[in-house]
């Protein structure tokens, strides 16, 4: 059975940062391109970040780009997203997603099927 769970949201204030762990099991994690999504209340899902099953190649939303950083230790079946200089608007759900298309990072092309349950991230003004 695949689990994919996340951890590492929380409370943070403007300009702050946190890490994000999505960890993996019951798939074999290095065959798998990975990818982080939020929604924020009222409004639909949208990519963050997705990297490929090597490492290699990674997406960042314009967003995000130069603030979050997205890596994965495939020997802990573990990808973290690293959330710098986190501003109001950063504030969400944010899914971990299993079998991803890298350029794209959208929740539509998700075609492994496999989410997490989501951690919340809420950045104070």
């Known amino acids: 059975q695949v689990q994919v769970v996340e951890s590492g949201g929380g409370l943070v204030q403007a300009g702050g940062s946190l890490r994000l762990s999505c960890t993996a099991s019951?798939?074999?994690?290095?065959?798998?391109?990975m990818g982080w999504f939020r929604q924020a209340p009222g409004k639909e899902r949208e990519g963050v970040s997705c990297?490929?099953?090597?490492?290699?190649?990674?997406y960042y939303a314009d967003s995000v780009k130069g603030r979050f950083t997205i890596s994965r230790d495939n020997s802990k079946n573990t990808m973290y997203l690293q959330m710098n200089s986190l501003k109001p608007e950063d504030t969400a759900m944010y899914y971990c997603a299993a079998g991803v298309v890298v350029t794209l990072c959208t929740p539509t092309t998700v075609w492994g099927g496999y989410w997490g349950q989501g951690t919340q991230v809420t950045v104070s003004s």
């Open positions: 990297i490929s099953w090597t490492g290699d190649n990674t």
């Open positions: 019951g798939l074999t994690f290095n065959r798998y391109h």
